[in-house]
């Protein structure tokens, strides 16, 4: 089936893309002094995390439901035998996994340049550990 073929790649690319804008994002708030301006009129920095997770969070779970309504519309035996609501998490959790390790990485990176690079490298591995078959 069209899922065995490919669609690990699939699954993987849309929480990496979150992954990947949630990591620049942040690295470049960095960069540009936002975050320190925003520490200097009052804001907390949980506060800031927090939005950044609820954010990433949020999109997560956005590309989880089209992830599993764009395989039941393209008839996957997947999607047709597994609970929604299985799958829902499954996709949802790696999402949410994905954002907080952003968020991780992001504290490390100074430049936007390091964290594009870093992203890139990491998707990257993932796709070549989805290449060796199993």
Do not use: H
């Amino acid at each position: 089936s069209a899922v065995a073929v490919g669609g690990g790649y699939w699954f993987y690319l849309p929480p990496m893309i979150i992954f990947f804008t949630t990591l620049i994002d942040i690295v470049r708030e960095k960069e540009n002094g936002s975050r320190l301006m925003m520490s200097v009129m009052g804001l907390p920095s949980c506060i800031n995390w927090g939005v950044w997770f609820i954010q990433g969070s949020i999109f997560a779970q956005l590309s989880a439901v089209i992830l599993i309504l764009s395989g039941l519309a393209c008839n996957f035996d997947l999607f047709w035998n597994a609970n929604f609501f299985v799958l829902f998490l499954l996709f949802s959790f790696f999402g949410v996994a994905m954002v907080s390790a952003s968020q991780l990485l992001a504290t490390m990176m100074t430049t936007v340049k390091g964290a594009q690079t870093v992203g890139y490298a990491i998707i990257l591995v993932g796709f070549v550990f989805q290449a060796i078959p199993s």
